[in-house]
């Protein structure tokens, strides 16, 4: 899916439409209709990202991430009870009052495709090294993620290095996903932080807008180039690609009824930690990485079509073993 940027009309008028539809919101309720129709009804739902009912259901997890209590006064709560809800550890997260929590607006297309309207004004890109307590990475993390890189840029260039230096010191996998935002810089920008990676897991668009390269395996080969250590691009209704300097192979996406594509690649990310977590081979790592992006995808929202592991092993046993293709 690409991206044309709006005109600078178009723009404003999205953003004072946003704007005007913030003003009313206040939690559990739905933002106000137009033209007969509601854009969404569950605040409390719509927080459930980056596949927390999945990670909440296999291991201990803590958030580190900065968040406000001003936008609305509602945001910080709804973003502490989800994670309370699933047994995620917020005490890393850090308050601003001063900054407004950084929200996105998702528009949903055909097809279950969609775009963000996301604001850079707020806590995403202040959030910085003096927000993380490298104390609390310790033995015993097994898994590391980012997600996603040139997202935050201030954690990118100046936090990431030793974030990720001291997980991998503790022995815990890095993983980190990426977003196409050209004001966040390229990868020559963090060349310093990816070899420090043990899995980037792009996109198909975004390996080719960071690398130049169409096809994936050679966007893959470019990343590898650089210092990670194993590359994992997501391919869409197609699956995945895995590459490493001795292995390349495509694992494929399970023919399911598309939905809502909101929160697809990080639910596969949330099934490839599960693998990493239990140490599995990475095929089985990919397969219920597949496996839970596609669950993801039947429902409306980012977190609504996955509800626990149980689900998704019996998913996985519907479905044989499938081939995989080098």
């Known amino acids: 899916m690409r991206q044309h940027p709006p005109s600078d009309s178009a723009a404003r008028h999205v953003k004072d439409r946003i704007h005007d539809l913030a003003q009313g919101i206040l939690p559990g309720s739905s933002i106000p209709a137009r033209d007969g129709q509601r854009f969404f009804d569950d605040l409390p739902g719509f927080i459930t990202h980056i596949g927390w009912v999945m990670l909440a259901c296999i291991c201990h997890n803590t958030l580190f991430s900065q968040i406000s209590e001003t936008f609305g006064l509602f945001i910080r709560p709804l973003i502490v009870s989800?994670?309370?809800?699933?047994?995620?550890?917020?005490?890393?997260?850090?308050?601003?009052p001063a900054l407004p929590t950084t929200t996105s607006i998702v528009l949903i297309v055909g097809g279950g495709e969609r775009s963000f309207l996301t604001p850079r004004q707020g806590t995403i890109n202040a959030y910085g090294p003096e927000h993380?307590?490298?104390?609390?990475?310790?033995?015993?993390?097994?898994v590391l993620s980012v997600g996603s890189l040139f997202c935050a840029p201030r954690l990118d260039r100046v936090a990431l290095p030793g974030i990720l230096q001291k997980a991998k010191e503790v022995g815990a996998v890095t993983?980190?996903?990426?977003?196409?935002?050209?004001?966040?810089?390229?990868?020559?920008?963090?060349?310093?932080?990816l070899p420090l990676l043990d899995y980037a897991v792009p996109s198909q668009q975004e390996a080719e807008y960071f690398t130049?390269?169409?096809?994936?395996?050679?966007?893959?080969?470019?990343?590898?180039?650089?210092?990670?250590?194993?590359v994992i691009v997501k391919l869409g209704e197609r699956g995945a690609l895995f590459c490493s300097r001795d292995r390349t192979f495509e694992v494929p996406a399970f023919k399911v009824r598309v939905v809502d594509t909101t929160g697809s690649g990080d639910n596969f990310i949330a099934g490839l930690i599960y693998g990493l977590v239990r140490q599995q081979p990475i095929e089985h790592a990919l397969r219920m990485a597949a496996a839970v992006a596609a669950l993801s995808i039947q429902a409306v929202g980012a977190g609504?079509?996955?509800?626990?592991?149980?689900?998704?092993?019996?998913?996985l046993a519907a479905y044989p073993d499938r081939e995989l293709h080098t």
């Open 175 to 193: 993983v980190a996903d990426l977003i196409v935002n050209p004001a966040a810089g390229g990868l020559g920008d963090i060349t310093h932080v």
């Open 82 to 96: 989800e994670c309370k809800r699933h047994g995620i550890d917020t005490s890393g997260a850090v308050v601003d």
């Open 304 to 315: 609504a079509g996955v509800v626990n592991l149980a689900q998704v092993e019996r998913f």
């Open 212 to 230: 130049g390269q169409r096809d994936p395996r050679q966007a893959a080969k470019a990343l590898l180039a650089l210092g990670v250590s194993n």
């Open 132 to 142: 993380v307590d490298l104390a609390r990475i310790q033995a015993g993390l097994r």
